[in-house]
């Protein structure tokens, strides 16, 4: 093997995403595929007591249904949001719980 077919070793020069370079991005557009809260079978509720106020769940969220300022409590705007469980998913403190939606 050639020394140019070598894999470079991944690098970590990050040690937390508040440490990026901001880059141009693209943000969801919401409601992009219209209101989903009537067919939606599970909904993320968030446990406030337990919730540190991170920010993740609104980054993660695909449809950008979050809203979140620094230091406060996320909001999700459920007309738009499609319980997709990613945000409880990603939550490192498990205080997003998916709970199915009444019939
Ligand atoms: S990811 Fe979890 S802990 Fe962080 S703000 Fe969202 S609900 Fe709170
Ligand atoms: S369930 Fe999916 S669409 Fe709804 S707030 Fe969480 S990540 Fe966003």
Redesign the pocket.
């Known amino acids: 093997m050639k020394t140019s077919d070598k894999q470079p070793a991944a690098q970590q020069p990050y040690k937390s995403w508040k440490e990026l370079p901001h880059v141009p991005v693209s943000y969801p557009q919401l409601g992009s595929i219209g209101a989903t809260g009537e067919w939606r079978t599970f909904k993320p509720e ?1 446990n406030a007591e337990a ?8 980054l993660y969220c695909p449809d950008g249904v979050i809203s ?1 300022k620094e230091g406060t409590l ?1 909001e999700i705007d459920y007309m738009f949001c499609k319980g997709c469980g990613i ?1 409880a998913s ?4 498990k ?2 719980e998916m709970v199915k939606e009444k019939e």
């Open positions: 968030i919730c540190n106020k991170c920010g993740m769940c609104y979140y996320p945000c990603i939550c490192p403190k205080a997003i």
